[in-house]
């Protein structure tokens, strides 16, 4: 079944740093990604959708100039975390959605990000 | 805007009961519903996607439905086990390529 992964799965930083995480997808091409975030006891809320080669659309209240989101390829997404502060600790959770396959989408297992 | 809630938000139940957890949405126009499982600090595990076109899926004690028109899905587990201990998400993707998901249900299951 299709893959998708995310590097890395644990990350510390200290506030003020930028973190960079990635989504890939491993055995399809994938136009559009979705970022979510989880905060503790929470359930998973959409951030933003990635389409490969133009810029992201951000849901309500998310930061565009802090969460940077880059999708350069058909495989890759990335976000950035800019200039990370303590309430930025959270699971990141990517999806993936195969180009083939609109109706459908893959997770990936999720990155947490603790910034002290 | 799509809303989905799932009932209860916590349960606990002894080893070996079958149990029903309950998750409702607001707009039918979906592609499909995923129930997912969350260990604590851990992603999501897949566990059944229900197609808008179908309505049940199985796998192994698991059994999902689906009543898009009336915009409710279950998950029924059967003899439970602790190992079942773990919140139950379900998440509905629609036709604009959102997922939006529930709270989830916290199940604690009693040896």
């Known amino acids: 079944g299709a893959v998708v992964s995310q590097h890395p799965s644990w990350v510390i930083c200290k506030s003020g740093t930028s973190v960079k995480i990635e989504c890939r997808s491993l055995d399809f091409q994938a136009t559009t990604m979705f970022w979510y975030r989880q905060f503790p006891k929470q359930s998973l809320m959409l951030m933003a959708t990635s389409n490969e080669g133009s810029k992201a659309t951000y849901e309500q209240g998310v930061e565009k100039d802090k969460f940077l989101i880059n999708h350069a390829s058909l495989t890759l997404s990335t976000l950035t975390v800019t200039s990370a502060h303590p309430e930025d600790s959270s699971f990141y959770i990517c999806s993936a959605r195969d180009f083939s396959q609109i109706e459908t989408q893959y997770f990936g297992p999720g990155t947490r990000l603790l910034v002290l | 805007k799509q809303e989905v809630t799932q009932i209860p938000a916590a349960l606990s139940v002894p080893e070996g009961e079958n149990l029903v957890l309950n998750c409702s949405f607001t707009?039918?126009?979906?592609?499909?519903l995923q129930w997912f499982r969350q260990d604590p600090g851990k992603g999501l595990t897949s566990l059944l996607l229900i197609q808008s076109s179908q309505r049940e899926q199985t796998s192994g004690r698991l059994n999902a439905s689906l009543d898009k028109s009336s915009g409710r899905s279950t998950l029924y587990i059967a003899a439970s086990q602790p190992g079942d201990s773990a919140t139950y998400l379900c998440?509905?993707?629609?036709?604009?390529?959102?997922?939006?998901f529930g709270d989830g249900t916290t199940l604690t299951v009693k040896p």
């Open positions: 998440a509905v993707y629609t036709n604009a390529g959102k997922s939006t």
């Open positions: 707009d039918s126009a979906i592609y499909n």
